[in-house]
């Protein structure tokens, strides 16, 4: 059984610890909690709660340590500082950093003989190795990514921090008629505004002014300006009656041609839709465990992406089982 | 520059060519074939044309040879033989016989010391790479595969074989409302006959009798009795000149459900649409032999499938511009 480490329970902690329960050949070692132990109520019969001060007594009893920390401040200091400790996965997602982020985490687990993979999960993770294997078929060709429908965090808060809003939630949609452009072929360059749409949910404060609050949220640069938004204002109770869950997806589309004159036109898509992000997320994370244990029990050390990582250590199942029933 | 041998040129063989001529890396090194070298016109300006007789003589000149005999009798002698002398790639397909196939080359390979990839392609190969993805992260999950519309060349020859018939194609057609259904994430138990379609152009000999060659269509075992089939008869011009071109495509979904009841469904989907099958197929076997070459720079031999494949090895970029593009 390999044995898996959580450190951190929120939402991605949660989804981790419950695709560790559905998986044959893994059993939960622990969850690290900067939190009192005691307070920390998880859903795994028997499991340990355990502070992240006495996380190095348990370097032989954990395979894999699954680092939920956020991209902005926790995983640029956790993966390389737990990488000297154990081999490690992270969901590390910003795009921009991911060299420097790469380069750190890979001298540590090289110099300590551990195996880390940062950056896992579906986008950056499985819509980025799609985005690889449709470039490399089609060399000749374009990319196109759409998100959604679901919910963006990042886009939720932005709405919460303006003054007068109680609460919210912001839906990243797909424009249908922009993605059926994209499946006919005819490779269309496509502005932000014309690929998604966004929709927000909106609690105010007793007294706010709600034209304010929406004119604020629609011009905010980055976050809203470039794209057409709605607002609705809702109250709590319907808030957390209708958009408690966390559903998102997207679509990886590449479009291109081959022939001596590039006469043929190829569509390739792959598409996510999910009732629950974390879950989701968190059953990619898994999956890689399962490769990063394999891989490390070949020798292999420092720092790997998605792309590092041959298909066949994803599974459960023998390479012999795999090519007779799944190829 | 990675030296392209292409043996046999048939559809899939043009179909590598114009792959490898649009590859910012690769040359095409010869053309090997078991017909008269002066009788093949082949369309890269300057390539030499070979007889298969001459082969051994090309052994330092060719990087990875792409074996494109049929799955029937050319490949289970092919591959093996020619594992010998060259790094190899093939698109065997008949399901049962991989387990066989596999282990005559890595056996011949090994010895050797030269590495062969075996069933590459889209079906067995990128579809069978999405299967494997998506089963390893939803354990709990149905697996659906339907393929096109497009040509299917066994279902095409099996009507020429019919008395009567002097020539003919076979679509093979998924049934929409049943991707739909599976789309839902609604779990269906599908019959072959709920998932796909056949339509047969018919091109009649003189004098032949319709309604029995329509029958012995409709009733043929294996073939057709297990679909709905439509029939229509055209001449052989209208054959030719709205039937020639060999597009294909299909879909692979996983649907599956997490959370600690199963309470989240989720459903990942894999498609292609293809005008030219023999030309995509040629793409993704020359992506492949890219990642051959690699691997077998490192020291590797023996076979692998897609499944040992490290997505990385596909692309000519380098692993610092894929991470910090694409991922």
Redesign the interface.
């Known amino acids: 059984m390999i044995r898996i480490g959580i450190l951190g329970y929120g939402n991605i902690g949660r ?1 981790i610890e ?2 560790v ?4 050949d893994m059993e939960l070692a622990a969850i690290f909690t900067r939190r009192d132990p005691a307070s920390v109520a998880v ?1 795994t019969p028997g499991a340990p709660v355990v502070n992240v001060a006495d996380l190095e007594a348990w370097t032989d009893k954990v395979d894999v340590m699954m680092l939920c920390g956020g991209s902005a401040t926790d995983l640029p200091e956790q993966t390389p500082a737990y990488a000297k400790l154990f081999n490690v996965i992270d969901s590390f997602d910003t ?1 921009a950093k ?2 420097e982020h ?1 380069a750190n985490v890979d001298k540590a687990a090289k110099e300590s003989g551990h195996l880390g993979m940062i ?1 896992g999960g579906w986008d ?1 993770g ?1 819509f ?6 449709a ?6 060709g374009s990319d196109y990514t759409f998100w959604g429908k679901g919910i963006s965090q990042g886009h939720s808060d932005a709405v919460r921090r303006i003054e007068g809003v109680a609460d919210a939630k912001q839906y990243t949609i797909p424009v249908e008629s922009a993605l059926e452009q994209v ?1 006919s ?1 005819s490779n269309p360059e496509l502005t932000t505004r014309q690929k998604h749409t966004r929709e927000c949910f909106v609690v105010l404060k007793d007294g706010a002014d709600a034209a304010a609050v929406e004119k604020a949220i629609k011009e905010m640069p980055n976050y809203f300006d470039e794209y057409d938004t709605t607002v609705h204002f809702i109250s709590q109770e319907e808030l957390n009656e209708k958009h408690s869950a966390m559903p998102h997806g997207g679509f990886v589309l590449r479009t291109g041609s ?3 004159d590039n ?14 992000n974390p ?2 997320t ?3 994370l898994v ?1 890689y465990a ?1 490769a990063i244990c394999k891989m490390a029990a070949e020798g292999q050390t420092g720092c790997v ?8 250590y ?3 199942e023998s ?2 089982y ?3 029933h ?2």
């Open positions: 989804g419950a695709a329960a559905a998986a044959p859903k795009h991911i060299p790469f950056s950056p499985m980025s190795l799609n985005r690889l294997y470039n490399a078929i089609l060399p000749n499946r072929g081959t022939g001596w006469e043929n036109k190829h569509v390739i898509e792959y598409s996510l839709k999910l009732d629950s879950e989701f968190g059953s990619v999956a399962r992406t998605v792309f590092d990582v041959a298909p066949k994803l599974s459960p390479n012999e795999l090519r007779a799944m190829l």
